[in-house]
């Protein structure tokens, strides 16, 4: 753990955090008491290899992604289905004065 610019054993922090334990030697507890995984490892227990980076999944991150996702495929489909309700639009009164055109 760096602190003040030193590093210092996690003891320091006085938590019940054991890298050991909770990050399976495979990480290190963060001031959150939540694995920071070495590379190679995924959070939020360092159990599973995978994780090309490091880093730890705090439950905001995992709702932070789901919004992200939601809102791209969200809003795409919004300013899609607005075009093709405009155009529809413009092509029925478009075929609409052809027809009647033709009829007179």
Do not use: E, I
């Amino acid at each position: 753990v760096c602190m003040n610019g030193t590093c210092s054993p996690h003891s320091v922090l006085k938590y019940d955090c054991n890298p050991q334990k909770k990050c399976h030697g495979h990480g290190v507890c963060n001031n959150r008491k939540m694995c920071h995984c070495f590379p190679g490892w995924k959070p939020p227990n360092c159990k599973v290899q995978g994780s090309p980076s490091s880093g730890s999944l705090s439950p905001g991150d995992t709702l932070k992604t789901w919004l992200l996702l939601g809102f791209c495929l969200f809003l795409p489909v919004v300013v899609g289905g607005t075009v093709l309700a405009m155009r529809w639009k413009q092509l029925s009164s478009f075929c609409a004065r052809q027809t009647s055109q033709f009829d007179g």
